[in-house]
């Protein structure tokens, strides 16, 4: 049974930076793509960046050029580093992690881009 836990989310300005992490709990984890989704209100959850246990990554066109997503092996975590923050930006932040047809979220972590 996999387990994910988010953490990082919070307050930041425009142009600012917030670092968001995925714990990851039970087996195989090198096996999985790790994802960050994003749900904003009255809006569908979409991708913002996946990255597969090669370390080959993927973006929304949205995100790429500030948005940086990498995983962590031995500790088991996924990261979001998120940097030129802007307001549409602002959403629940959710991890994923699939493996054929496995499929885990986490509980989701605000971030809310706002002066």
């Known amino acids: 049974q996999v387990q994910l836990v988010e953490s990082g989310g919070g307050l930041v300005q425009p142009g600012g930076s917030l670092s968001l992490s995925c714990a990851f709990s039970?087996?195989?984890?090198?096996?999985?793509?790790m994802g960050w989704y994003r749900q904003a209100p009255g809006k569908e959850r979409e991708l913002v960046a996946a990255?597969?246990?090669?370390?080959?990554?993927n973006y929304a066109d949205s995100v790429k050029g500030r948005f940086t997503i990498s995983r962590d092996h031995g500790k088991r975590t996924t990261s979001l580093q998120m940097n030129s923050l802007k307001p549409e930006d602002t959403a629940v932040y959710y991890c994923?992690?699939?493996?054929?047809?496995?499929?885990?979220w986490g509980q989701g972590t605000q971030v809310t881009v706002s002066s």
């Open positions: 039970g087996s195989l984890f090198s096996f999985y793509v």
């Open positions: 990255v597969t246990s090669g370390g080959s990554t």
């Open positions: 994923n992690a699939r493996r054929g047809l496995a499929d885990a």
